[in-house]
């Protein structure tokens, strides 16, 4: 080798080790910025979501400033670190041992494919009270996972391992899917002897007393307003109450 090729050589080795120390060293900060930001960037991540679909969903306005107050209360507090990893586990735990899980998986079904589905309103609202007897079902442990995978099979496929299963996104599941859903949601309820009645749950009452339990203590809550929210699609938007002492303005031409 020349004299020259071999300075190319050695820039090149230079070059390299110099561009492996630089990503060596942002690694290592990167590193710390996660380690001294994680809990923001947690808090961060997962709470917007979180919030809007709080404030799309079903509950009435007061239920909703009531949850999304806890959960941003909460947030806040992890990211303080009044809260530790530990206790969020605990949270956590307390949470799904509450009935707010299961009648969460009822919102999340009536939103995404009742609601969107070509069922006749009679058929939706016949859905929604044998989903939500299903979910007082497996809360008050008259109905296990197994079954639960049987309701849900004519809205399911195989998942990734083949012991699993996902759930369909709604473009994928038909009205006749839906049905045979519902039905066997219905079977199920009975062999359980659940009521025919809706599930009702006190959401932002027992999402504090879980938390209570958890943590020993209340959280520090600032109450808020709910953001608007954009309709549905093929939803109309609320009309607007005129202020106090005005009428509507009239109808028609």
Avoid: H
């Avoid at 820039?11 to 120390?21: I, R």
């Avoid at 079903?58 to 941003?72: P, S």
């Avoid at 589905?117 to 497996?138: N, P, T, W, Y």
């Avoid at 209570?212 to 109450?223: S, T």
């Amino acid at each position: 080798l020349s004299v020259r090729e071999g300075w190319r050589r050695g820039d090149c080795l230079t070059g390299c080790l110099v561009v492996l120390g630089v990503l060596a060293i942002l690694g290592v900060i990167g590193g710390i910025w996660l380690a001294n930001n994680w809990r923001d960037l947690a808090a961060d991540v997962l709470t917007p979501p979180l919030v809007e679909a709080i404030e799309r969903s079903d509950m009435t306005e007061e239920d909703k400033i009531r949850v999304i107050a806890q959960v941003e209360a909460l947030a806040q507090e992890f990211r303080e670190k009044k809260i530790s990893l530990e206790e969020m586990g605990r949270v956590i735990e307390k949470i799904a041992e509450s009935p707010v899980l299961p009648l969460a998986a009822v919102m999340f079904v009536e939103d995404q494919y009742i609601r969107r589905s070509g069922l006749s309103e009679e058929e939706k609202a016949d859905a929604r009270l044998q989903i939500g007897r299903l979910a007082r079902g497996v809360f008050e442990e008259k109905i296990d996972e197994d079954r639960i995978r049987y309701v849900v099979e004519p809205i399911s496929e195989p998942g990734a391992s083949g012991d699993d299963f996902d759930i369909r996104p709604p473009d994928r599941v038909s009205d006749d899917d839906l049905r045979a859903m519902i039905e066997r949601a219905r079977e199920e309820a009975d062999a359980a002897e659940i009521p025919e009645e809706a599930f009702e749950v006190d959401i932002p009452g027992e999402l504090e007393r879980a938390i209570e339990k958890a943590l020993g203590r209340k959280l520090d809550v600032q109450p808020r307003e709910t953001a608007p929210v954009e309709p549905r699609e093929g939803e109309q938007p609320p009309a607007e109450t005129p202020p106090s002492g005005e009428s509507p303005p009239p109808s028609g031409g």
